[in-house]
C-alpha cells in the first residue's frame, strides 16, 4: 500500500502542475503578448502626438509673434528716430503685449525681444540693455526681415527653445521683427509624459536639452552615452529627419520601448509681399541635430505580470503542498485502515485464532465480515455474542490453552486422521448431551472442518508439527483442549 500512497501523491502532484500549466498558457502569454503591443502602441501613439503638438506649437508661436508684430505699439515704437526713445519704445511695447502673451498661454516668454532691420537686439523683455546691438543668427530672423514669419528651433546660451520670428512692417516695408522663444524644459517633458503615458525626451547636438525623466540622472547619462553618439538612432533620425523604428534600449537596469524623431522644420507664414527670395530654410533641428525622444518603460509594466508569475509559482507550491496533505489524508483514514486489514489476515495466517480485525469507518462493514468469517470457520464466538450465550451455541467451539500430552495424549499422535475426527465428533457430542447443551448443526464434516482449521492456526501459531485435540467437560461447559504432539 506504500506504492499506492506514492502513487496518490505523484498523480495529485502532477494534476495541480499541469492546472497551472494550463493557466499559464491560457492566461499568462496572452497577457505578456497584451502588455508588449500595448507598450509598442504607446510608442508610435507617443510619438505621433508629440509630432502632433510640436507642430501646433509651431503654429501657434507664429501666430502670437505674427499679432504682436502687427500690433500698433511696436509699429510706433520702431518708427522711433533716435535710439533711445525707439529702445524705451520698443521695451514698454514688449511689457505691455507680455501681460497679455501670459493671460493667453499660462506662461511668461523665456524670451521676448524685437530686432532691427539688420537683425541685431534693439531691446529684450526683463532688462532693456541686455543684449542690445546683437546680432541673432537664427534663420527665423532671416525669414522674418525678408517679409515671411516663422517658427524655429533655437539653441541659444546652452538653451534648447522653440522660436518664432514675425515681421514688423512700416508702409509695406520691414523695419524689424518680434521675436519670442519658449525653453524645452523639464516640467513640459513630464506634462508631456502623463498625458501620452510615456516618457519624452529632447535633445540637440548630443545631448539632453529637457525630458520626463529626473534632471541629471542615471537614465539621462545613459540616453546621452547610448543614443545620442555619433551614430546613435535619435541622432540619425534627427539628421535624417525620419522616425526611427521602435526599438529596445537598457537604461538604469529598465528595458524600454523608444523611438526617435526630429523636431518639425520651420512653419512659414507669409504676410503682405515678401522682400525677396527667403535664405535656404535651415534650422538647429537639422544643423544641430535636435529631435525628440518617446520611451517606454516595458519593464515596469511586466512588473505586474513577474508578480503573477511568482503568484502562481506560490500557488503551485500551496497546490502542491495541499494534494499532498489530502494525499496523506487518504492514506491516514482510508489506506492506513486497509494496511491494518493486511496485517490482521497476515496475523491470522500466522496463527493468531483470537485474533479480532478492528471496524473502521473505511471498511467496517469488511471487518466484520472477516470477523464473523473465522468465528464460523474455527467455531469461535461472533463479534458481540456474549460469553454466556455463546457457550449455549451448538456452532461455537471453546478452544482451551495448548498443553503438553499427557501419557494418554501420546497415543493421539499414532490414531488416523478419520479415525481420530470421528471418535473425538462423537466424544464432543456426548458430551455435548450430558451437559445438555444444543447439538443443532453439529455434523460430523462442520466439526471435522473447524478441529482442522483450529489445528493449522495452533501449528502456526507455536512452530509446532502436530496439533490434536481431546475433549474436555466440566461445570456444565465442553471445551476441546489442544495437545502438542511434534
Not at 506514492?6 to 498523480?11: D, P
Not at 539653441?155 to 519658449?182: E, S, T
Not at 529598465?254 to 527670395?277: D, F, M, R
Not at 472477516?370 to 471453546?398: C, F, H, K, Q, T
Request: proline share 3%; aromatic share 8%; with cysteine.
Amino acid at each position: 500500500m506504500v506504492n499506492f500512497k506514492g502513487k496518490v501523491g505523484v498523480t495529485t502532484t502532477i494534476l495541480s502542475i499541469v492546472m497551472v500549466v494550463v493557466l499559464y498558457l491560457l492566461v499568462m502569454l496572452p497577457w505578456s503578448k497584451q502588455v508588449q503591443e500595448g507598450a509598442k502602441a504607446d510608442v508610435q501613439r507617443g510619438t505621433a502626438l508629440v509630432q502632433h503638438l510640436l507642430n501646433l506649437r509651431a503654429h501657434e508661436m507664429v501666430v502670437v509673434a505674427s499679432e504682436a508684430a502687427n500690433g500698433g505699439d511696436f509699429v510706433a515704437a520702431i518708427q522711433q528716430v533716435e535710439a533711445a526713445a525707439r529702445r524705451e519704445g520698443v521695451f514698454k511695447a514688449i511689457g505691455n503685449f507680455d501681460a497679455k502673451l501670459r493671460a493667453k498661454l499660462e506662461r511668461k516668454a523665456d524670451f521676448f525681444g524685437v530686432v532691427d532691420a539688420e537683425g541685431k537686439i534693439v531691446a529684450r523683455d526683463l532688462n532693456i540693455h541686455d543684449m542690445y546691438g546683437e546680432k541673432l543668427p537664427y534663420v527665423s530672423i532671416k525669414h522674418a526681415l525678408s517679409g515671411r514669419a516663422t517658427s524655429d528651433v533655437w539653441f541659444m546660451k546652452n538653451r534648447l527653445m522653440r522660436a518664432a520670428a514675425a515681421p514688423i512692417r512700416v508702409d509695406g516695408i520691414v523695419k524689424g521683427a518680434v521675436v519670442i522663444a519658449f525653453d524645452f524644459t523639464d516640467a513640459q517633458g513630464k506634462e508631456e509624459s502623463d498625458q501620452f503615458d510615456s516618457h519624452v525626451v529632447y535633445f540637440l547636438d548630443g545631448a539632453v536639452r529637457a525630458s520626463s525623466f529626473p534632471k541629471d540622472g542615471a537614465c539621462v547619462k545613459a540616453i546621452n552615452s547610448t543614443m545620442l553618439g555619433a551614430n546613435g538612432k535619435a541622432v540619425m533620425a534627427a539628421i535624417t529627419s525620419k522616425k526611427s523604428g521602435i526599438f529596445t534600449v537598457e537604461l538604469n537596469g529598465s528595458t524600454y520601448l523608444a523611438a526617435a524623431g526630429s523636431l518639425p522644420p520651420p512653419v512659414t507664414i507669409h504676410g503682405g509681399k515678401p522682400n525677396g527670395e527667403p535664405a535656404k530654410v535651415t534650422s538647429a533641428a537639422v544643423e544641430q541635430k535636435a529631435g525628440y525622444l518617446v520611451l517606454v518603460n516595458r519593464t515596469s509594466r511586466f512588473e505586474r505580470i513577474t508578480t503573477t508569475r511568482y503568484a502562481l509559482l506560490g500557488f503551485l507550491i500551496i497546490l502542491v503542498l495541499f494534494a499532498l496533505a489530502i494525499a496523506w489524508a487518504v492514506a491516514k483514514h482510508f489506506v492506513d485502515a486497509e494496511d491494518q486489514l493486511e496485517l490482521g489476515v497476515a496475523e491470522v495466517i500466522n496463527g493468531d485464532v483470537e485474533y479480532v480485525f478492528d471496524s473502521t469507518d473505511e471498511f467496517e462493514g469488511l471487518a466484520n465480515a472477516l470477523n464473523v468469517m473465522l468465528a464460523r470457520l474455527l467455531g469461535r464466538p461472533e463479534p458481540g455474542d456474549e460469553e454466556d450465550e455463546a457457550s449455549w451455541r451448538a456452532d461455537v467451539i471453546n478452544i482451551d490453552e495448548l498443553t503438553d500430552p499427557s501419557e494418554g495424549d501420546r497415543a493421539l499422535a499414532n490414531e488416523a486422521e478419520d479415525v481420530y475426527l470421528s471418535r473425538l465428533h462423537g466424544e464432543y457430542i456426548a458430551a455435548r448431551k450430558t451437559a445438555a447443551l444444543s447439538l443443532e448443526g453439529i455434523t460430523l464434516a462442520s466439526f471435522s472442518q473447524k478441529v482442522k482449521a483450529n489445528e493449522a492456526m495452533l501449528k502456526a501459531k507455536h512452530k509446532c508439527e502436530m496439533v490434536r485435540f481431546a475433549v474436555n467437560s466440566s461445570g456444565g461447559k465442553v471445551s476441546l483442549r489442544p495437545v502438542r504432539l511434534g
